[in-house]
């Protein structure tokens, strides 16, 4: 009995040594009819066309995302819980970029993938936990046993390579979350919903303008208080910004000379006289942060045209970055569904860490209403389809509202409401309803009729805020155009937040970091709330028309308090 009870022992002993087995990452469901017709354009959102296998000798750049240390995810939470919650004794008490690295990266990890890498003779180059890797698609499919084919996006004109599945081997299957520019298709946005001025004008329609955001939202000074308040605006698929379009814009409504001091990235501001498209949504985000948030330092963020995951690029950039800006406003959105889950856990993660660094993130949470940009000109795309990045728990996600422009009634933007576009909103099929919002979230589903299982009602409920979103008076090549959307909306939210900051900064106090707990806080107040509920809307609709746009059967509605449309 006792040699038989010393074998079993030993067997268990071998088993929870040996090593771990090899792991394989797949496309979401969504993605894989893309595989399945050459010719055609099949994927979700009717942007990528299967060309043929992806010739073996191209080279190809993936990154290599090392893991945390075990349970990060859980020790970010717990810390950021701490250091972003009022009334916990370690509130505002943020980390240093070194003390991140220390509590989060896992060195004998980033060790062993390095080692895997050479042994496989593929050069690459470390940033942090990220190894970038420039290979032969031949070398490529040889190691992460799989097969790229190559797609074209007509819209763009580019082409990109891409695979189903790939496979890590055991010794480093748990040291690497995921590998970019495998699995994941680049999101490609509809345009933002623009107008003429001067056809407005002559109709008497009203619009958005610096001085109506002030009078709206109570801001009694726009300067900056603290050049320690700094801000930034992220850019992507060859969006630019002007500088001379920024101070007519300025010099139009008497605003302070307030450029942009930093340009991250590739701008090129002959683009806007060349082709409005190519300046449309960065003129907007930029003239309207620094409208709110003057003389604030500002840095336009701006991620390569031709970059395959542009999200992640830039988080990658920021995780690396020893005193980034404290305020960023990103106006660009995918689609959960078309997300690896790996990739969007560790976005998640990183944004967290930033939080825990005093960083505020703020993301529109898009102009489609429930149903989500592809369903802008096809009704058979009508659905509950969260957006993200404004469905990640760590960042600001903030909606559009209507009226006051026009001088009535403050509600949620809608298309169907003449808004032009819809306040995007809902609950996230992949991240949990957090802590600080159970109680906002819990009261809405039980006191507010909603779609029945058609959504989940366990995820995370975006937007947290909104602001008005419709009829931005913006200047683009000289000339006025009349904006609309989320992407509006979130700008003028990440200049309050700057404003704050400096306010704090100048005195002591820290910023206010990772504030939703702090809004949510606030929200619950029964007196003094800083916050206009929004009590009238819906969001079933996609952006367009009035009459014209694409009103799905389902959505959410507004109610007291909060709602998956205005927060």
């Excluded at 801001?219 to 208080?225: C, E, K, R, Y």
């Excluded at 909606?399 to 909103?425: K, L």
Aim: hydrophobic share 40%; with cysteine.
């Amino acid at each position: 009995m006792r040699v038989r009870c010393l074998l079993l022992l030993l067997l268990a002993l071998l088993s929870l040594l040996s090593p771990s087995e090899s792991k394989t990452f797949y496309v979401t469901n969504a993605l894989l009819p893309v595989f399945r017709q050459a010719q055609r354009i099949v994927s979700e959102l009717d942007d990528w066309r299967l060309i043929g296998p992806a010739p073996k000798t191209n080279n190809h750049t993936v990154v290599f995302i090392v893991a945390n240390n075990a349970n990060s995810p859980s020790i970010c939470e717990i810390a950021s819980n701490g250091v972003s919650q009022p009334g916990n004794p370690s509130y505002g008490q943020y980390m240093t970029f070194q003390q991140v690295q220390r509590t989060f990266s896992n060195e004998e990890s980033s060790k062993r993938v390095e080692n895997w890498l050479k042994r496989n003779d593929m050069p690459y180059e470390k940033n942090g936990d990220f190894l970038k890797v420039v290979a032969p698609i031949d070398l490529l499919q040889r190691v992460l046993k799989t097969s790229f084919v190559q797609f074209m996006a007509p819209l763009l004109g580019k082409s990109i390579f891409r695979t189903e599945s790939y496979t890590l081997p055991s010794e480093i299957a748990d040291d690497v979350d995921y590998v970019t520019n495998t699995i994941s298709f680049p999101a490609i946005h509809g345009k933002i919903f623009a107008k003429s001025f001067e056809d407005n004008k002559r109709m008497n329609a009203e619009m958005t303008t610096p001085s109506l955001i002030n009078s709206l939202y109570n801001v009694f000074t726009n300067i900056v208080q603290s050049t320690l308040s700094t801000q930034s605006i992220f850019a992507a698929i060859g969006q630019n910004y002007s500088p001379d379009d920024l101070k007519l814009f300025q010099k139009t409504y008497n605003l302070l000379d307030s450029p942009v001091n930093f340009d991250l990235g590739k701008n090129d501001p002959s683009a806007c006289t060349k082709n409005v498209d190519d300046c449309i949504e960065a003129n907007l985000d930029v003239q309207y942060v620094l409208a709110v948030a003057q003389k604030a330092p500002t840095t336009f963020f701006s991620i390569a045209e031709d970059s395959q995951d542009p999200f992640f690029e830039w988080i990658m950039a920021l995780a690396q970055t020893v005193n980034p800006p404290l305020v960023h406003s990103i106006s660009y959105g995918s689609l959960e569904m078309l997300e690896p889950s790996g990739a969007i856990q560790r976005f998640s993660l990183e944004a967290c860490k930033l939080g825990l660094r005093g960083v505020t993130i703020v993301v529109a949470s898009g102009d489609d209403g429930v149903p989500g940009y592809s369903a802008r000109t096809n009704i058979t795309r009508c659905g509950f389809n969260p957006e993200f990045p404004a469905s990640c728990p760590y960042v600001l996600s903030v909606g559009a509202t209507q009226g006051p422009e026009a001088g009535t009634q403050e509600i949620a933007q809608s298309s169907d409401a003449g808004g032009d576009i819809t306040t995007g909103g809902g609950f996230s099929n992949i991240f949990p309803t957090p802590p600080w919002q159970t109680l906002s979230v819990g009261a809405y589903l039980a006191n507010t009729p909603v779609p029945p299982k058609t959504f989940n009602p366990n995820g995370r409920g975006y937007p947290d805020v909104a602001a008005l979103g419709h009829n931005y008076v913006t200047i683009i090549a000289g000339q006025k155009l009349l904006l609309s959307g989320t992407s509006a909306s979130a700008p003028v939210v990440a200049g309050m937040i700057t404003l704050i900051n400096g306010m704090r900064l100048s005195i002591g106090k820290p910023p206010v970091g990772f504030v939703n707990p702090a809004l949510y806080k606030l929200g619950s107040l029964s007196t003094a709330s800083p916050f206009n509920d929004i009590m009238k809307g819906k969001n079933n609709c996609a952006a367009g028309e009035k009459g014209k746009s694409i009103c799905c059967p389902l959505g959410f509605q507004c109610a007291k308090g909060w709602d998956p449309l205005t927060g």
